[in-house]
T-cell receptor
Framework: GNSVTQMEGPVTLSEEAFLTINCTYTATGYPSLFWYVQYPGEGLQLLLKATKADDKGSNKGFEATYRKETTSFHLEKGSVQVSDSAVYFCALTHTGGFKTIFGAGTRLFVKA | GAGVSQTPSNKVTEKGKYVELRCDPISGHTALYWYRQSLGQGPEFLIYFQGTGAADDSGLPNDRFFAVRPEGSVSTLKIQRTERGDSAVYLC???????????FGDGTRLSIL
């Protein structure tokens, strides 16, 4: 069945450091891929998405590229800020479907 | 505009009791989803509504769980004979169409004593 695996946290970085959170998936066909973020005390919100191979999703300085050959969708940001501290979830939805499968989440702490 | 609203925000009850969790989606959103999130885990799909009908309820763990959306707007998740293992945050999301991004509510934290 479909599944999402992401790196375990917590990840602790200093402000302005480079961020990578790894995400790999297992799915048949061509799923859509997402990164969601949950800031402290807030609800889950969509950060970025990519719907086909080689697409790059981007938002708020974050980027992720849909790599079908490696079944990956790693999240990157060149320079993190304290305000980026949150839990990040990688997720997929199968083509034409609606059931979204989430990874376990990766907690990011950014120190000033 | 108003987002997805879930009530109550917290619910504490005793094992064996019946609970109802309410979700008020964004106005005009026809697709509605329920998820369950246990501590340290990602959300787990429970059920999807398109309009009034449950298009997929394959994520409901057993027949103690049931959800309705009688007028295609507000939805209620109902849990009978609650067990301690039902303790989790229950999330609701809505979207304008099943292919559009989902907007999540803040969730209901359910604790079964």
């Amino acid at each position: 069945g479909n599944s999402v695996t992401q790196m375990e946290g917590p990840v602790t970085l200093s402000e302005e450091a480079f961020l990578t959170i790894n995400c790999t998936y297992t799915a048949t066909g061509y799923p859509s891929l997402f990164w969601y973020v949950q800031y402290p005390g807030e609800g889950l919100q969509l950060l970025l998405k990519a719907t086909k191979a080689d697409d790059k999703g981007s938002n708020k300085g974050f980027e992720a590229t849909y790599r079908k050959e490696t079944t990956s969708f790693h999240l990157e940001k060149g320079s993190v800020q304290v305000s980026d501290s949150a839990v990040y979830f990688c997720a997929l939805t199968h083509t034409g479907g609606f059931k979204t499968i989430f990874g376990a989440g990766t907690r990011l702490f950014v120190k000033a | 505009g108003a987002g997805v609203s879930q009530t109550p925000s917290n619910k504490v009850t005793e094992k064996g009791k019946y609970v109802e969790l309410r979700c008020d989606p964004i106005s005009g959103h026809t697709a509605l989803y329920w998820y369950r999130q246990s501590l340290g885990q990602g959300p787990e799909f429970l059920i999807y509504f398109q309009g009034t009908g449950a298009a997929d309820d394959s994520g409901l763990p057993n027949d103690r769980f049931f959800a309705v959306r009688p007028e295609g707007s507000v939805s209620t998740l109902k849990i009978q004979r609650t067990e301690r293992g039902d303790s989790a945050v229950y999330l609701c999301a809505s979207s304008s169409d099943r292919n559009q991004p989902q907007h999540f509510g803040d969730g209901t934290r359910l604790s079964i004593l």
